[in-house]
Nanobody, 119 residues
Framework: QVQLVESGGGLVQAGGSLRLSCAAS????????MGWYRQEPGKQRELVAL???????TYVDAVKGRFTISRDYTKNTVYLQMSSLKPEDTADYYC?????????????WGQGTQVTVSS
């Protein structure tokens, strides 16, 4: 099993910045994509940003130009730099990793970290 440990959430005023980090524990699995999802109460979890093993990135339109995803492959860590935060960015943010061993892939999730943006 792989553990994804998130940090960096908190309370920030609109216009401010936060940086989320997510470190994967040592594993025999390969890690393919890593990314961040978010979920508001009563709503479905949605993709925020994704970075592949090759470094290609994807963002949901709502965060383009404000959030940047990056990855340290030597540390199996993914980051989400969030700037120009808006109240609508308030949500629980979950780290995600696609693991692979042989030809089989698995989804791994962090425990979630809360981000609250006040107006």
């Amino acid at each position: 099993q792989v553990q994804l440990v998130e940090s960096g959430g908190g309370l920030v005023q609109a216009g401010g910045s936060l940086r989320l980090s997510c470190a994967a524990s040592k594993t025999v699995f390969s890690i393919n994509d890593m990314g961040w999802y978010r979920q508001e109460p009563g709503k479905q979890r949605e993709l925020v940003a994704l970075i592949t093993s090759g470094g290609a990135t994807t963002y949901v339109d709502a965060v383009k130009g404000r959030f940047t995803i990056s990855r340290d492959y030597t540390k199996n860590t993914v980051y989400l730099q969030m700037s120009s935060l808006k109240p609508e960015d308030t949500a629980d943010y979950y780290c995600y990793a696609e693991l692979q061993i042989g030809s089989v892939t698995y989804d791994a999730w962090g425990q979630g970290t809360q981000v609250t943006v006040s107006s």
